[in-house]
């Protein structure tokens, strides 16, 4: 295991609701970055945390946002769901840095009815 | 822009086989990391390696192992004797370090399904 947690676990909203996913990062791990991952593709990356600034995100609409707490914990909100955002959301943290090795938690299953 | 490629969809093989699953990358940066990920079904994506791009050796982890080719921009991974257990979905990634908007973060490749039969 590496340490990364995320909840809930699974969730289920209507199209239009908001969301928000959570991620508690490994101790001592800096930077946080969240994916994207639809059924039978690969992870997509939104958007990177690194000391509670972003640093750069994906090709994802404003309606995805996010979080990075002093403790490096980290939220990712998503506000006006559509079908399409149903999916995996991976959490995963690096210790030194935004070069370093991801760390990825068990994700979050979202499903948008 | 950088791109990953994992052509084999799906491989399916039987115990004790050995199986290779590609991977090609595009990227114009000189300097890079290469990773490979394994993912179970139980969603969690499993780190297993990662390689700098001036850092061609090959490496080998027990029955896994890595060939690394920049001529061909290849990142190949070999399970020897698979295992039932080494059934999941395996991703290449990459991630630039060269500075661009990319920096530090993973594109990952569309994943290779592998089954081990026993």
């Known amino acids: 295991e590496t340490g990364v947690t995320q909840s809930p676990t699974h969730l289920i909203k209507t199209r239009g609701q908001q969301v928000t996913l959570r991620c508690s990062s490994q101790?001592?791990?800096?930077?946080v970055s969240w994916y994207q991952q639809a059924l039978g593709q690969g992870p997509q990356f939104i958007f990177q945390?690194?000391?509670?600034?972003?640093?750069g995100r994906g090709n994802f609409p404003p309606r995805f946002s996010g979080l990075q707490f002093p403790n490096y914990s980290s939220e990712l909100n998503v506000n006006a769901l559509e079908l399409d955002d149903s999916a995996l959301y991976l959490c995963?943290?690096?210790?030194?840095?935004?070069?370093?090795?991801?760390?990825f938690g068990p994700g979050t299953r979202l499903t948008v009815l | 822009a950088q791109k990953v490629t994992q052509a084999q969809t799906e491989i399916s093989v039987v115990e004790k086989e050995d199986v290779t699953l590609d991977c090609v990358y595009e990227?114009?940066?000189?300097?890079?990391?290469l990773f490979w990920y394994k993912q179970p079904p139980s969603g969690e994506l499993v780190f297993l390696i990662r390689?700098?791009?001036?850092?061609?050796q090959n490496e080998i982890s027990g029955r896994y192992s890595w060939n690394f080719q920049k001529s061909t921009s290849s990142f190949n991974f070999t399970i020897t004797a698979s295992q039932v257990v080494d059934s999941a979905v395996y991703f290449c990634?990459?991630?630039?370090?060269?500075?661009?908007?990319?920096?530090?973060?993973?594109?990952f490749g569309q994943g290779t399904i592998l089954t081990v039969h026993p």
């Open positions: 995963a943290s690096s210790p030194k840095g935004l070069l370093d090795t991801q760390y």
């Open positions: 101790s001592g791990h800096n930077t």
């Open positions: 945390y690194y000391r509670e600034e972003e640093n």
């Open positions: 990227t114009r940066d000189t300097t890079y990391y």
């Open positions: 390689r700098n791009s001036f850092d061609e």
């Open positions: 990634a990459l991630s630039e370090a060269g500075g661009g908007t990319s920096y530090g973060k993973l594109t």
